[in-house]
């Protein structure tokens, strides 16, 4: 069964600072994909990223960067020089290739930014 | 483009009530998908859809019905209101095929009393 773990809870940072979310998944299938959401304080959920099982590039965009790390099922989101409109809820998400309709969530990781 | 719209954005029930939460999509999405989300958790699967007139159970199917008679809309059905259904209801479509992002509506948020 597929399972995505986001240790973190909460996490409180100053602005500027550096900051990674963690997120580990497990699944049995060989294709998957993985994803990033954004759940900013309005509530909505924004999609920021997808990542498939046969790259493991790194991928920066603007001040977001991702890791992906096969060998310890890893999909790290580092955001550089934080800011205050970072502040929201962030959620991994594991879709795999054969039950392709299902994404599961992890539990979502709460950041806040203080000025 | 709207993309997907939900309705009513907020909702207070009475235990044993029931009420459809309405969802709409414009941009010719085949998949279509009901969440719920409970505080401090992630999102969790209630139903989904491949194509009108073709539905799935999810992770937390129970209390729950779905219908899907056109692309365009995929209500969600809550037949005799429980405390334990209080949460934020999400609506997201997609495209399938696992590696395409679900696009997600505003959300619902649902308080049964």
């Known amino acids: 069964a597929q399972k995505v773990t986001q240790a973190q809870t909460e996490i409180s940072v100053v602005e500027k600072e550096d900051v990674t979310l963690d997120c580990v998944y497990e699944t049995r299938d060989t294709t998957y994909y993985l994803f990033w959401y954004k759940q900013p304080p309005s509530g909505e959920l924004v999609f920021l990223i997808r990542?498939?099982?046969?790259?493991?590039q790194n991928e920066i965009s603007g001040r977001y960067s991702w890791n992906f790390q096969k060998s310890t099922s890893s999909f790290n989101f580092t955001i550089t020089a934080s800011q205050v409109v970072d502040s929201a809820v962030y959620f991994c998400?594991?879709?795999?290739?054969?039950?392709?309709?299902?994404?599961?969530f992890g539990k979502g990781t709460k950041l806040t930014v203080n000025p | 483009n709207a993309g997907v719209t939900q309705t009513p954005k907020f909702r207070i029930l009475k235990i044993g009530q029931s009420m459809t939460l309405q969802c709409t999509q414009d941009?010719?999405?085949?998949?279509m998908y009901w969440y719920r989300q409970d505080p401090g958790m992630g999102l969790k699967l209630i139903y989904y859809s491949v194509g009108a007139g073709i539905t799935d159970k999810g992770e937390v199917p129970n209390g729950y019905n779905v219908s899907r008679s056109t692309t365009e809309d995929f209500p969600l059905r809550l037949e005799l209101a429980a405390p334990s259904q209080t949460s934020v209801y999400f609506c997201a479509s997609g495209f399938g095929g696992g590696n395409q992002p679900q696009h997600f509506g505003d959300g619902t948020r649902l308080s049964i009393l």
């Open positions: 941009m010719n999405h085949n998949y």
């Open positions: 990542r498939n099982s046969f790259d493991e």
């Open positions: 998400a594991l879709s795999e290739f054969r039950g392709s309709e299902k994404l599961v």
